[in-house]
Each structure stands twice: as C-alpha cells, then as structure tokens.
C-alpha cells in the first residue's frame, strides 16, 4: 500500500499549500477520491469550500468545471442540450458544464428540487441522458458539491435521495487563529491557487484506486460496519436510517483510510473514524428529536459509543 499512500500524500500537501490548517478534512476528500464516491462540503461562505474543489482539480491535472447554482437554472445548463445546426440540417449535442472529470457544484441547495435532480444520473450512473441518448462521463469523475446551512436565504433542502449520492459530508469550519494569519500571509501577493501545479495524473488516480480494492476487510470489521448502519435505523431518534449504501460506504472507505497509512488491512479505529462523515448525511432525525435539537451527528455519535469493538486478529494474515 505504499503506492497509495505516496499518491495520496502527494496530493494533500499540494492542496494544504491553498487550504490551511484542515488536514483531516483534506484526507477525506482524498478518500473520496480514492473510492470513486462525491463529496458533499457543508459550511457557512468563506471558509474554502470552492477553493478545496479548485485546488484538487488542480492537483490532478484533470479536466475541471464549475456550475454555480441558482434558483432560476434548468436542468439542461446543466447537463446539456440538442441544438438544430441548419447547415447541417441536423441536431448537435453541446454538452453542459457536468460533462468533465471533476465537477464543483457550487452553493447546489441554492437549486430547484428539479434541476438538482438533473445530477442524479450523473452521480450513479456516471452517465447523462439528453432527449433520449444517454452519453457516458468521462472518467475518473467526481462530484465535488458546496452548500451553505439550510436557514440561511434563499436555499432548498436537497431531497434524501441526493443527500445518499454523497460518498462523504465534510464541513472545514473556521480555520484557528495562527491558520488564519498564515491565509493572510500567503495571500498577501497573489492568490496560492495560481501557482498551484499537477502533482499526479488521471493514470496515477486509476491505478491508486484499484490498488485500494485489495484492502484486506476482516469478518469482525465487516459485522462491526453493518451493525452501526442497522443502530441508524433502529435508533429511537430517528425517522429515517442509512441505507445498504451507507455499508458499503463505510467498506469502501475504511480501505482508503487504511491504504493512505499504508496498511493493507482495515481497523474498527478507521470506521468510527469515518462513521459521522459517512453516515451524519444520511440519517434524519425524527419529528420529536428535531424539536429537543437533536441532530444526525449525535444520533450517529451515541451509536459508536455504543456499538461494541471487534477484537482478535483483523489483518488477515495467516
């Protein structure tokens, strides 16, 4: 697993030179990456959202674009539309700005329900469908999404569906004080993201994430991961739990947190670790529970604290 973790670490201490003093959540991004999944990045304006996305595109040397969400946009600026070419005498296909290996989704809860919908297939499927012929992405393809809290103005809540699409939720919150002065230090010339150069290629990207599959993931480990999705369900507090695909987000990453420290074998340290950015977003409180204040992030808190340990042998070896 050193392949992997030399990919990865190459790639997070380029995006630190812009996002300072936010390593743990540059590393889940980075295990985003490593699994094929998106990234979801919740946080008030200001704090780095776009620039994270920015700086990773970067990092890659992968083909990058952005779509700023509005109230007024269609779910055609986004994936595209057929345009009738009279020379030609037939319809052309201009593809819309998801059409690129890394997408920013900015301030996406800014959308409609209906064109945050036009991402649906897009994030599944890997694919878009435009007056019936569906287009394959190119690839490796990320959704990389912002949004800002649900009371502030002018948001609409993104529907369960879309919320389950997101691989991981992360949130950078304020950086601390000396962070901050070092932001205003590097920034005091000329922004760090304009010197920021590719460190790996699309190629490297592939071959890392293939490598990450072959994580050995113990019995213990893979019963401990499905019991903390079962508790989201069955908890008192909630009215909807994780789904089967929260599993096997939780699998997935648990090998990209184990591959980046150059383990070929998962821990239960790596899955409570990753279980608030993994399962937080999928779980919605019940009725009772939103009015006493309780969040998602506590449901899923009080699980791990209660869901026993795995134990024994978990490195496979023989």
């Not at 050995?216 to 994780?242: K, N, P, S």
Request: aromatic share 6%; net charge negative; hydrophobic share 45%.
């Amino acid at each position: 697993m050193s392949q992997v973790k030399t990919f990865a670490e190459c790639v997070i201490a380029n995006i630190e030179r812009v996002i300072v003093g936010k390593r743990p959540t540059v590393e889940l991004a980075v295990v985003a990456l490593l699994c094929q999944g998106h990234l979801l990045i919740e946080d008030v304006p200001g704090v780095g959202k776009t620039m994270l996305a920015r700086s990773m595109a970067r990092s890659l040397g992968c083909s990058f674009s952005r779509i700023q969400f509005t109230p007024d946009m269609l779910p055609s600026d986004v994936t595209g539309v057929s345009i009738f070419n009279q020379a030609s005498r037939q319809f052309e296909f201009r593809p819309g700005p998801v059409v690129a290996q890394i997408v920013l989704a900015d301030e996406i809860n800014r959308a409609t329900p209906k064109t945050q919908a036009a991402l649906l297939e897009a994030m599944e499927e890997r694919q878009i469908t435009v007056d019936g012929v569906t287009r394959p992405l190119p690839r490796p393809f990320m959704v990389l999404a912002t949004q800002n809290p649900i009371e502030y103005e002018g948001t609409f809540p993104l529907p369960e569906a879309q919320l389950d699409r997101f691989f991981l939720r992360v949130r950078l919150g304020y950086p601390a004080k000396k962070d901050e002065i070092r932001i205003l230090e590097r920034q005091q010339f000329r922004h760090p993201l304009e010197d920021l150069e590719q460190v790996a290629s699309a190629e490297e990207l592939s071959q890392a994430q293939e490598a990450v599959k072959a994580v050995y993931v113990a019995q213990a480990i893979e019963d401990y991961l499905v019991e903390l999705v079962r508790q989201t369900r069955e908890h008192a507090e909630t009215y909807l739990g994780a789904s089967p695909r929260g599993s096997l987000t939780l699998y997935r990453a648990g090998q990209a947190r184990a591959a980046i420290q150059a383990r070929d074998f998962v821990l239960p340290d790596d899955i409570k670790a990753l279980a608030l950015p993994a399962l937080a977003h999928r779980v919605i409180p019940g009725p009772a529970a939103r009015l006493r204040d309780v969040s998602a992030e506590r449901i899923v808190q009080e699980i791990v604290e209660k869901v026993p340990v795995p134990g024994g042998d978990l490195t496979g070896e023989r």
